[in-house]
């Protein structure tokens, strides 16, 4: 019923800059919060960033400071703004949302959405 597209991943060198987005589209009644992911190889998926509906936004001590996740409620649309990257962050982010949508019957249903992924690759 929802359906979450990631955009924007892609090779950089250290200390560069990428902008991830992240478009939710199908029955939507409401957007909740909002995260981003990631999991690098041979490690568990991780928590990078969060923001609810309306509140302060939370980070991965790892990303505080470097990276920064806005969200367009109009748009269903999350961004996770990387700068001053590391090796380190080399992974596949993801996001996910916590969402309201309409199933049959018209009844309403909350869940948990994710995409399919991004690559971040981080190497000079």
């Known amino acids: 019923q929802v359906q979450l597209v990631e955009s924007g991943g892609g090779l950089v060198q250290p200390g560069g800059s990428l902008r991830l987005s992240c478009a939710a589209s199908g029955s939507i009644v409401k957007i909740n919060t909002m995260n981003w992911y990631r999991q690098a190889p041979g490690k568990q998926r991780e928590l990078v960033a969060s923001i609810p509906r309306g509140g302060s936004t939370n980070y991965a001590d790892s990303v505080k400071g470097r990276f920064t996740i806005s969200r367009d409620n109009a748009k269903n649309t999350v961004y996770l703004q990387l700068n001053s990257l590391k090796p380190e962050d080399t992974a596949v982010y993801y996001c996910?949302?916590?969402?309201?949508?309409?199933?049959?019957?018209?009844?309403?249903?909350?869940?948990?959405?994710w995409g399919q992924g991004t690559q971040v690759t981080v190497s000079s």
């Open positions: 996910n949302a916590h969402t309201v949508a309409i199933v049959g019957g018209g009844s309403f249903r909350s869940d948990s959405y």
